[in-house]
């Protein structure tokens, strides 16, 4: 990992974009890094587009701004893609993490071209099938975590072992299958070629 990361993350009010980028600013904490989690909303409600965003270095992080220039997009809902710029600003030498099931040449249409790496995942299919419901942020999270490498695997699982042992502490039968999302997550994460 280079010596400050900053991501950015676009999904809609209720899918857990925030939840997830403050679960990777802790767990990147939990590894000794300085970390920023934020997100950026309005008074949006419910399905309304919103950004969240994390910094994460070696060294005191001393930015206190949004993110104009990511080295990562994390897209939680492909439904973005054609309404928001997701790849503004993004660097080229970066990566886009995008849940979705859509064809490289559709992926390709929306992001403009992007010409850096594009990964996916289906953020649905692993949800349902660890979770038996809809939450694409578990994930999304684990994606995002292997694709820019900000740590190791085995951390990263055992520091969200503790963060949903509290965070979950009075609904603990979530918790083995929150684990299992992140688990099957990091496997299925795809670079499109």
Excluded: C
Excluded at 33 to 41: A, N
Excluded at 115 to 133: F, P
């Amino acid at each position: 990992m280079k010596d400050l990361v900053e991501i950015r993350w676009h999904g809609r009010g209720g899918q857990g974009a925030k939840t997830a980028s403050l679960l990777l600013a802790d767990a990147a904490f939990n590894t000794g890094k300085y970390i920023q989690g934020f997100p950026e909303y309005g008074p949006e409600r419910m399905g309304a587009p919103i950004t969240a965003y994390n910094r994460i270095s070696d060294n005191p992080i001393r930015i206190h701004s949004n993110i104009y220039e990511p080295d990562y997009v994390v897209v939680v809902d492909d439904t973005l893609l054609e309404s928001v710029d997701v790849t503004a600003g993004l660097k080229q030498d970066g990566a886009i993490v995008i849940n979705t099931t859509k064809e490289k040449d559709y992926l390709t249409k929306v992001l403009h071209d992007y010409s850096g790496s594009v990964y996916t995942i289906d953020a649905r299919k692993v949800s349902l099938e660890t979770l038996g419901k809809y939450f694409p942020n578990t994930p999304m999270l684990a994606a995002i975590v292997k694709v820019a490498g900000i740590m190791e695997e085995k951390d990263f699982l055992e520091d969200m072992k503790g963060s949903f042992g509290h965070k979950f502490a009075k609904k603990p039968e979530v918790i083995e299958g929150n684990m299992k999302a992140l688990e099957l997550a990091l496997q299925e994460v795809q670079k499109i070629q």
